[in-house]
């Protein structure tokens, strides 16, 4: 479903990604791992058009993603941010459903608010939540919300940034449960980047490790632990000595 083909992008002298290939299949869960400033972020920005590129193509159902209308491509799209970059300003429930109340997916306000409750139901938070603000709720509601916000419009791609930045084990655990039941009931094809090695495990159909601004190895999630690939395997069992420089 999207294609990436020798991607490059720096930024001044900084070369970020330096080639990079890439295929995600239509409905599958891939996770790109990576460690922190490798370019998973403007992987992802790539992908969405809110960076350009600038060599190699980047294509969405055969589609070149600099070339098409910008509206209607970013309609596909959910996103959940590392963050949660929830609006301090809005109830929960205009949060969820602030693409369904503006712009080319307007719905009437009471319909808007009926499927934010639903889409909180979804995600095990209950209707009095909805009149909430942002700072009334925990980390892991917070997030909750934004996965909500997430799948409210039904996107065909939801993007996942680190998913579980923040969040104890427990919660974790719950949050990826979440991503992977809602995926699987929506059919999405879904892209998370983390360095959350228990993510990686709970919600991955294939992985790719991205390194040095490529992809050092992709595959299926079972070939992970087998892969015989150096960094891959320095990386997911977070040893300090191999061929990736640990910044003292």
């Known amino acids: 479903m999207i294609e990436l083909q020798d991607v490059h992008k720096s930024f001044g002298p900084k070369r970020v990604l330096r080639g990079v290939t890439l295929s995600i299949p239509r409905g599958s869960s891939m996770v790109v791992i990576g460690g922190s400033g490798t370019g998973k972020s403007v992987l992802l920005k790539c992908i969405l058009g809110l960076i350009r590129h600038d060599s190699g193509t980047i294509t969405l159902d055969e589609e070149d993603v600099t070339k098409v209308e910008r509206d209607a491509f970013l309609a596909r799209f959910g996103m959940l941010f590392q963050g949660g970059a929830l609006f301090d300003s809005l109830p929960v429930w205009q949060n969820v459903a602030f693409r369904l109340l503006r712009g080319s997916l307007k719905r009437p306000k009471a319909e808007a608010r009926e499927i934010a409750i639903e889409k909180l139901r979804r995600v095990g938070l209950t209707a009095d939540v909805a009149d909430l603000f942002p700072a ?36 974790s655990g719950v949050i990826n449960d979440l991503i992977r039941e809602v995926v699987t009931e929506m059919g999405a094809t879904a892209m998370t980047i983390t360095h959350d090695m228990t993510s990686v495990r709970a919600i991955a159909d294939n992985i790719a490790m991205l390194h040095d601004g490529v992809i050092q190895w992709t595959g299926p999630v079972a070939d992970m632990d087998a892969s015989g690939d ?15 420089e640990a910044v003292r």
Not at 230 to 244: C, K, M, N, S
């Open 136 to 171: 009334e709720l925990s980390g892991g509601m917070q997030k909750r919300v934004g996965l909500a916000r997430a799948i409210a419009a039904e996107p065909e791609i939801i993007f996942f940034d680190e998913p579980t930045a923040g969040l104890d084990p427990i919660m």
């Open 230 to 244: 150096p960094y891959l395997d320095q990386f997911i069992h977070g040893r300090a000595e191999g061929p990736i």
